[in-house]
């Protein structure tokens, strides 16, 4: 079982904004980071320490921690965006993935 | 720029051994750590483990003792997964990434994953 929760699923509208959670009583005492994964490619990181986007990644995406709530936050979605994504810890000497969430956008 | 690149698909039969390689470039191999993680069909990421490419000592994941080992030839920058004993349950991708290191307000080493190789299929098949 995972200790970091997230949605399987989470659809959004063209042009929308989605909101992927990762719940868990660690996040609030570590820094979350998230990861893009798409078929046949290399996992992408799009978020590293809640909220810091590699030069890399479109500034439509965003993320947050507050609570025991991370957020990985995609504004104005596009197509290219649909992929899974996994948010991610380090903690006592062990990394930890949340389970994933498929982004539809539709 | 930093590459991860990754030996090709893999199909054995049960109790035989596997060696996936992943040969770095765009960085010194020995300043990063190395990091293995499991997908298997329908699944999740699962992180294996790490070796520390300066010293060559491993770190293994619970669930990933006894057959797994992770080596590494730093003359050509390359890390490699070794599964011995195959099951039909090994059968997923494999992927290595590259660690990047931070301290927190504690002092305490923290990691994520920057750099991904796009996997290696890993069949197990009678």
């Known amino acids: 079982s995972h200790e970091l929760t997230q949605p399987l699923s989470v659809s959004v509208a063209l042009g929308q904004t989605a909101r992927i959670t990762c719940g868990g009583e660690i996040i609030g005492r570590r820094d979350v980071h998230w990861y893009q994964d798409k078929p046949g490619q290399a996992p992408v990181l799009v978020m590293y320490r809640d909220n810091v986007r590699p030069s890399e990644i479109s500034e439509r995406f965003s993320g947050s921690n507050s609570g025991n709530t991370a957020s990985l936050t995609i504004s104005r979605a596009q197509g290219g965006d649909e992929a899974d994504y996994y948010c991610q810890v380090w903690d006592s000497s062990t990394l930890m993935f949340g389970g994933g969430t498929k982004l539809t956008v539709l | 720029q930093v590459q991860l690149v990754q030996s090709g698909s893999e199909l054995k039969k049960p109790g035989a051994s596997v060696k996936v390689s992943c040969q770095a470039s765009g960085y010194t191999f020995t300043t990063k750590t190395l990091h293995w993680v499991r997908q298997a069909p329908g699944q999740g990421l699962e992180w294996m483990g790490w070796i520390n490419t300066n010293t060559g000592i491993p770190t293994y994941a619970q669930g990933f003792t006894g057959r797994f080992v992770f080596s590494l030839d730093t003359s050509v920058s390359t890390a490699y997964l070794q599964i011995s004993r195959l099951k039909a349950e090994d059968t997923a991708v494999y992927s290595c990434?590259?660690?990047?290191?931070?301290?927190?307000?504690?002092?305490?080493?923290?990691?994520?994953?920057?750099?991904w190789g796009r996997g290696t299929l890993v069949t197990v098949s009678a």
């Open positions: 990434a590259r660690g990047e290191m931070y301290y927190d307000g504690s002092g305490n080493r923290l990691y994520y994953l920057d750099f």
